[in-house]
Structures are given as structure tokens and as C-alpha cells.
């Protein structure tokens, strides 16, 4: 009996503690940006938490989850000229709160004071309460020295550029006119893109709903499908979104569908469809398909995909399997399109997702070359002869792009580039690289390859 109260007496302790962590938001975003350092996805640990966080403080996490992600590097530089030694690794919530705290007084439009009390009040909520004066004096040394701090970085290019130094050097060498801009473009907030549903109604129609509703978009010559929102939105209270009239997709995924050229009656495969923006996207392009199968190898992505398609009222063939290893009913048959969204490094979408600067290492690439390889390999047999396959990854990096597609075509005999006509992006030796910041676009690449007749 002792024994089963004194576990009740921890588990309420412990609940109590959580209750408390997730009234205060920022050391709840310090827990986050803990558990991101140590590897965790922020996308994935914000779709956790922020369900345990009121919701008024939910903007707010993110903010800071996001921002300090996004700066990282440079933060994490201010913070070594600030403390007198380093912190032991279990207290990596207290970093993150200095980091958060030099975030605030550097980026966000909080009152100084405000940024100072509310981040060192998140140590006692930690548990924390021996750092309370550490973070104040931290923080209050930072607001007296921020310019000497900050000038402090100029020859550091880390820092400076707030990128890892083996992504900083790879894309220098990849793109040796544009790695500024590119830099500069990944570093910035993304906007909110929405793709409209065209088979709803036309793209200038539902700007003058959101313009009706004193919410301001623009459009893209190059992506007829594309709204860019001045101002994010809560997606909810967007017109017409649970009907199914618009979805949210960056405007360089949303070429994709457009390259596939779909026509009606066509068998298409979707190999690496989750979370299924795309596989929607091609439905919405052609409706009279033969049939679609989005297949991904993660069951729980491919509920993604189901509730998009669901939301949308659109319908396709879904399947859990392995797009490198083609096996079962999805894998006898021939396809006309072929949609090849592989895994990859993610450089191009760093903007959005910021962790990426953090968690990838430079010898992830070559296992994502290696299977990216294996994919096309595997996949290629399943298009018929006459049919079209489109590669794309959202990396910046030529091994993961025009050089892997080089080295398929060297494989196969029967397989040819379909050249993409267009005034977007970057020619490369095949295919098109758009990147970063080109007309509000991620950075993406796109080959169509042929499959030629015997």
C-alpha cells in the first residue's frame, strides 16, 4: 500500500509539473528546442506539445521554437562569448533558454524587460531554480554588450550566415554565383502558399474572397494554381478550405502535378506520396484518371495522406510498401506516370523547417544518394513504354539532383530525358533547379524522364 502511494504521489507530482510547464510558454519551447538538439524532428515534437499548451500561447512557442532553430548558429555563438563555462548536457533546457532569450532581444518585437523576466521565470518552472540568476545575468550582460557581441562574429561564417559549416561550404561550391542569395532566401520566414482547387473555380475568384475578407494574396505567372498570402492565416478560417477549394502547398511543389502531363484514363503512381499534397494536386488536375496509387512506407504518413484525400473528397488507391523494394498488388502493374518525390536532404526547405540546419550531417548525403539510386532502379521497371517519370527531390545538392539523374540515364539503356521547357529555375545538365526565394518558391529540383518505346 506504501509502495502504490508513494507511485501516486510521484505521478501527481510529475502531472503537476507538466501542467505548469505547459502554462509557461517559454519553458515549454525550451523543452522543444531541448529535445530538437538532441535529435528530435520540430515538427514532429510541436504537433506533440502544442496540444498541451493553451491556445493562446501556442503562436508563441512556435515563434520561438522556429526562430531559435532558424538562428541557431549564430545564437549558439553568442551564447559560448557568454558563459563563463559550458552547461552539462542535462541542462540543455537552461541553454535553450539563453539562446531564447538572445533570440527575443535580437529578433522579436517583445519589450526588453518582458523578454528578460518571462525567459528567467521559465527557469523555476524547469525545476531549475539554481540558473534563475545564471539566465538573468546572462541575458542582462547581452542587452549591455549586444553590438560588441554581435561584431564579435563578422569572421566567423557560421555564425555569420547562420548555417553549418559543411552545408555552408557545399552549397558554396554548388552554386558559386548564387550561395548568397541562397543563404539570405533560406534564412527568411516562408510565406503561406495556397494552391487553389481550379476544378472549384479560377484562381482570380477566390482572390476576390479572400480579398472580400480583407486578407491580401498574390499570384505567380509560372504557377496558375498559386496564391501567395501577404499575411499567414489560420487555414480554418480560410473561405472554402473544408469544401475542398484550396489546400496549402508551397508553389514549387505544386509544379509537379503540371510536368507529369496527365491525361485522362492513365494509370499514375505516386511511390513516395505522403504527406499527399501532391497525390491530391494530380487528382485535382485530372480527375478522370484510370487510377492513382499513392503509396509511401510509413503507415502512419499515409494517414496523412488519407485525410487530406478525404478532406478534398478525392480518391485514390493507398498502399504501405516500399518504394526501393517493389513488391505486392501495387507493384504487377505498369503505370503511365510515374511521380518520384524521394527522400532527400531537405536543403531546399530549410526555411520551413529550420532543424534541418541542425540535425543533417554531410555523411547523411551519400546514404541518401544510395538510396535515392535504388529507388529509381527499382521503380523504373513499373513505367510503361512511352510513359514519364518525374524526379524530384527539395535539395539544393547536385549529387541528390542532375548528377543522380545523369548516372540513371548512363544505367538505362531505354530511359531518356523529356527536356522541361520553362523560364523558371536554373537549367542544370538535366532537368530544372528552382531555388530558394525565386518567386516565393522553396527550393526544388524536377527531371521528367522517358521511358522509351521498344
Same mark, same amino acid.
Given at each position: ?33 531541448? #529535445? ?29 521554437? +522556429? ?23 542535462? !541542462? ?14 535580437? +529578433? ?27 539566465? =538573468? ?68 475568384? +477566390?482572390?476576390? #474572397? ?23 492565416? =489560420? ?7 473544408? !469544401? ?9 511543389? &505544386? ?9 485522362? =484514363?492513365? &494509370? ?48 485514390? #488507391? ?72 518525374? +524526379? ?6 547536385? !549529387? ?22 520553362? $523560364? ?15 518567386? $516565393? ?14
Amino acid at each position: 500500500m506504501e509502495q502504490f502511494l508513494a507511485q501516486n504521489r510521484k505521478k501527481g507530482r510529475a502531472q503537476n509539473q507538466d501542467a505548469c510547464l505547459n502554462s509557461h510558454p517559454r519553458a515549454l519551447a525550451a523543452r522543444i528546442i531541448h #529535445q530538437v538538439v538532441r535529435g528530435r524532428s520540430l515538427s514532429e515534437l510541436l504537433s506533440k506539445e502544442l496540444e498541451k499548451a493553451h491556445p493562446a500561447h501556442r503562436p508563441l512557442i512556435q515563434e520561438l521554437c +522556429y526562430g531559435v532553430m532558424r538562428w541557431y548558429p549564430r545564437l549558439d555563438a553568442l551564447a559560448l562569448q557568454l558563459l563563463a563555462r559550458p552547461l552539462k548536457a542535462k !541542462d540543455g533546457d537552461v541553454r535553450a533558454l539563453i539562446l531564447m532569450g538572445c533570440y527575443q532581444l535580437l +529578433y522579436m518585437r517583445v519589450a526588453d524587460h518582458a523578454a528578460v523576466t518571462e525567459t528567467v521565470e521559465a527557469t523555476k518552472v524547469l525545476k531549475k531554480p539554481w540558473s534563475t540568476g545564471l539566465v =538573468n545575468g546572462v541575458l542582462r550582460r547581452f542587452q549591455r554588450e549586444q553590438d560588441r557581441l554581435l561584431a564579435g562574429l563578422a569572421d566567423n561564417p557560421v555564425a555569420h550566415n547562420a548555417y553549418p559549416a559543411w552545408l555552408l561550404d557545399a552549397i558554396k561550391t554548388a552554386w558559386p554565383e548564387q550561395w548568397q542569395a541562397i543563404i539570405e532566401a533560406s534564412n527568411q520566414r516562408p510565406p503561406m502558399t495556397l494552391r487553389v482547387n481550379l476544378k472549384h473555380q479560377s484562381r482570380d475568384h +477566390y482572390a476576390a #474572397q479572400l480579398n472580400n475578407q480583407g486578407i491580401a494574396s498574390s499570384t505567380l505567372a509560372h504557377v496558375p494554381t498559386a496564391l501567395v498570402l501577404e499575411k499567414a492565416q =489560420n487555414v480554418l478560417e480560410l473561405p472554402g478550405f473544408l !469544401d475542398g477549394d484550396l489546400s496549402v502547398q508551397d508553389a514549387g511543389a &505544386q509544379m509537379a502535378a503540371g510536368l507529369l502531363d496527365l491525361q485522362p =484514363n492513365q &494509370q499514375v503512381l505516386d511511390a513516395c506520396a505522403a504527406p499527399g499534397g501532391k497525390s491530391c494536386h494530380i487528382l485535382e488536375v485530372e480527375p478522370k484518371l484510370a487510377a492513382l496509387v499513392s503509396l509511401d512506407v510509413d503507415a502512419k504518413r499515409l494517414e496523412r495522406v488519407k485525410e487530406n484525400l478525404q478532406r478534398l473528397k478525392l480518391r485514390a #488507391q493507398l498502399y504501405q510498401g516500399d518504394a526501393s523494394a517493389p513488391t505486392g498488388d501495387w507493384a504487377k502493374r505498369q503505370y503511365d506516370r510515374i511521380l518520384l518525390d524521394v527522400p532527400c536532404s531537405a536543403t531546399g526547405v530549410i526555411r520551413r523547417h529550420p532543424d534541418i540546419k541542425y540535425l543533417r550531417r554531410k555523411e547523411d548525403i551519400p546514404a541518401l544518394v544510395s538510396l535515392q539510386s535504388k529507388i529509381l532502379d527499382a521503380i523504373w521497371p513499373l513505367l510503361a513504354p512511352g510513359g514519364k517519370l518525374l +524526379y524530384c527531390t527539395c535539395s539544393l545538392l547536385p !549529387d541528390e539532383n542532375d548528377r543522380q539523374v545523369v548516372q540513371f540515364l548512363q544505367r538505362h539503356a531505354d530511359a531518356q530525358e523529356s527536356i522541361i521547357a520553362a $523560364t523558371w529555375g536554373e537549367a542544370r545538365r538535366c532537368g530544372r533547379q528552382i531555388l530558394p526565394g525565386e518567386e $516565393t518558391m522553396d527550393g526544388f529540383y524536377y527531371a521528367l524522364l522517358e521511358k522509351r518505346l521498344k
